[in-house]
């Protein structure tokens, strides 16, 4: 069983910055790939950004240059830094694990609002 508790969000003007953070339960962590996903209202789920077990990274479009994911295997924790942030960046911000074995698990979500 793994858990993740996602904190960092809250209301920001555009762009300014925020430091979302995953920390997760269990002994897997170093094994899975994690990602940074977004809801937005009346939106699908949407990937962000996504880091494999090796450190290799993927961003959507839309936040490349902006957004950086990264991982502490030590700490059991996953980042993603946003800066240069936009309103259409307003949404629920997902944790998610992916391990080869055991699937995927989800966190609570925080929620991002960026408005003047």
């Known amino acids: 069983q793994v858990q993740l508790v996602e904190s960092g969000g809250g209301l920001v003007q555009p762009g300014g910055s925020l430091m979302l953070s995953c920390v997760a339960s269990g002994n897997i962590f170093d094994l899975s790939a994690m990602g940074w996903y977004r809801q937005a209202p009346g939106k699908q789920r949407e990937l962000v950004a996504s880091?494999?077990?090796?450190?290799?990274?993927k961003y959507a479009d839309s936040v490349q240059g902006r957004f950086t994911i990264s991982r502490d295997n030590a700490k059991n924790t996953v980042y993603l830094q946003m800066n240069s942030l936009k309103p259409g960046d307003t949404a629920v911000y997902y944790c998610?694990?992916?391990?080869?074995?055991?699937?995927?698990?989800w966190g609570q979500g925080t929620q991002v609002t960026v408005s003047s």
């Open positions: 880091i494999t077990r090796g450190g290799i990274t």
């Open positions: 998610n694990s992916n391990h080869a074995v055991f699937g995927d698990y």
